[in-house]
């Protein structure tokens, strides 16, 4: 039997920040007084969706902003970002990423493969100041902002396939705070994917001035099946709704196509589903740190999202590990599993995910590339039981590290 009582500390601590979240959401709900009138379906052009709008004015109350986008028509996280990306940006601007290189799936976006649709094609430059020990490297981004014109700063708070830490709310106050006094009118969007509601806080409450996130992953609850959202200044979420929708009908259209209800339902189900993910992954470090296996954070370490990155050394117990994890899905638990190419990614991946919705990263899932240090990236799962059931069973498969 597992020792649960040394983790109740950690597990007490969720549980306080998944009130706090439930409590927020809820206040919220009734601020707008959502009924449900607010289901009802809009098609065509989207004209005067009551429920979309009030949807997009609790995501703002919750997030303590200006303004909100949260649509079906985004298809991921990603779209957001680049959406962000083109809205705001304009030729001869400069955007800067303050932790190192972003997530493989930005690189034809920002330009990186010289894509004839990137940001790069359109005049926008780009530059980048890599993290210091798994923070940011205050000298640097001083020095380059005083030097160097710049309109945009991203901030990816997930690792994203890389070995550093996720980022928490704490160091993204402190390094807000010293970007707004060299220069206030730098636009600082952040990247939140993963993150939201493991803290007592979100990013635009300590000074981002966009945050962008995608629904199929914490905010979604499992229940939204596609869309994302971003979150923040009423000048800067219209720009982005003109370049998501059509120039100068920004958020007026957009149809919901029966996806409110879902939004709603995933949005309230949200903090609680974080928390199973959290307690999954909390056990999951535990286990393995037992088993003589690294990982990261360590079971006790503060989070700021609800990925686990774990060593497992060699290849065979990387495709175990996986496999194992699919097994335990509810969905495709039959298939075999083989690392595969991947758009947006350079090498090989291997994905266990057995999700309702494709992609889901909020349901159980487990993924890597299939290369050295052979590390795998455990999150979700919609329960902490169905979390707990696969993990043991994983943890079953492995051969003990050397």
């Known amino acids: 039997m597992i020792k649960e009582d040394k983790l109740q500390e950690v597990f007490k601590n969720i549980e306080d920040i998944a009130l706090l979240n439930s409590q927020k959401v809820l206040d919220a709900f009734h601020k707008y007084k959502v009924s449900e009138a607010d289901f009802a379906s809009s098609t065509g052009y989207g004209y005067g969706d009551l429920g979309r709008d009030k949807i997009e004015s609790i995501y703002a109350d919750i997030f303590k902003t200006e303004d909100a986008l949260v649509r079906n028509q985004?298809?991921?996280?990603?779209?957001?970002?680049?959406?962000?990306?083109?809205?705001?940006?304009?030729?001869?601007?400069?955007?800067?990423?303050?932790?190192?290189?972003?997530?493989?799936?930005?690189?034809?976006?920002?330009?990186?493969?010289?894509?004839?649709?990137?940001?790069?094609?359109?005049?926008?430059?780009?530059?980048?100041?890599?993290?210091?020990?798994?923070?940011?490297?205050?000298?640097?981004?001083?020095?380059?902002?005083?030097?160097?014109?710049?309109k945009m700063i991203e901030i990816q708070r997930s690792r994203g396939y890389s070995l550093r830490k996720s980022l928490t709310i704490k160091k993204l106050e402190i390094v807000i705070k010293l970007i707004k006094e060299i220069n206030e009118n730098i636009i600082v969007m952040v990247d939140n994917c993963y993150c939201e509601f493991v803290s007592r806080k979100e990013p635009s409450e300590v000074g981002a001035d966009l945050v962008v996130g995608s629904?199929?992953?914490?905010?979604?609850?499992?229940?939204?099946?596609?869309?994302?959202?971003?979150?923040?200044?009423?000048?800067?979420?219209?720009?982005?709704?003109?370049?998501?929708?059509?120039?100068?009908?920004?958020?007026?259209?957009?149809p919901s196509l029966g996806a409110n209800k879902n939004i709603l339902k995933g949005l309230y189900l949200a903090p609680s589903v974080v928390a199973s993910a959290l307690k999954t992954v909390v056990l999951a470090s535990f286990l393995l740190a037992e088993k003589g296996f690294k990982c990261d954070p360590a079971w006790n370490e503060e989070r700021a999202d609800i990925v686990e990155l774990i060593y497992l050394e060699n290849e065979d117990n990387l495709l175990s590990f996986v496999r194992s994890i699919q097994a335990s899905s509810a969905i495709d638990a039959h298939a075999y599993l083989e690392p595969v190419d991947?758009?947006?990614?350079?090498?090989?991946?291997?994905?266990?995910?057995?999700?309702?919705?494709?992609?889901?990263?909020?349901?159980?899932?487990?993924?890597?590339?299939?290369?050295?240090?052979?590390?795998?990236?455990l999150q979700g799962s919609l329960t902490y039981e169905y979390g707990k059931i696969a993990v043991m069973k994983a943890i079953e498969s492995l051969k003990k590290p050397s």
């Not at 094609?121 to 981004?141: C, E, P, R």
């Not at 229940?223 to 009423?234: H, Q, S």
């Not at 995910?353 to 992609?359: D, E, H, L, V």
Request: net charge negative; charged share 20%.
């Open 215 to 254: 629904l199929i992953k914490n905010l979604g609850g499992g229940i939204a099946e596609n869309g994302a959202y971003i979150v923040g200044k009423k000048d800067l979420v219209n720009l982005c709704s003109e370049r998501l929708n059509v120039v100068g009908e920004a958020k007026e259209v957009g």
């Open 342 to 377: 991947m758009p947006g990614y350079k090498d090989k991946i291997i994905m266990a995910s057995g999700s309702f919705t494709q992609g889901s990263s909020i349901e159980l899932s487990c993924d890597g590339p299939v290369k050295e240090p052979y590390v795998i990236y």
């Open 74 to 150: 985004f298809i991921s996280g990603t779209h957001a970002l680049q959406t962000a990306f083109f809205g705001i940006l304009r030729p001869g601007d400069t955007l800067l990423s303050i932790t190192g290189k972003p997530y493989d799936t930005l690189d034809s976006i920002i330009g990186f493969d010289d894509n004839p649709s990137s940001l790069k094609v359109f005049g926008i430059n780009y530059a980048q100041i890599d993290l210091k020990d798994d923070d940011f490297d205050y000298a640097k981004i001083k020095e380059y902002l005083l030097n160097n014109p710049v």
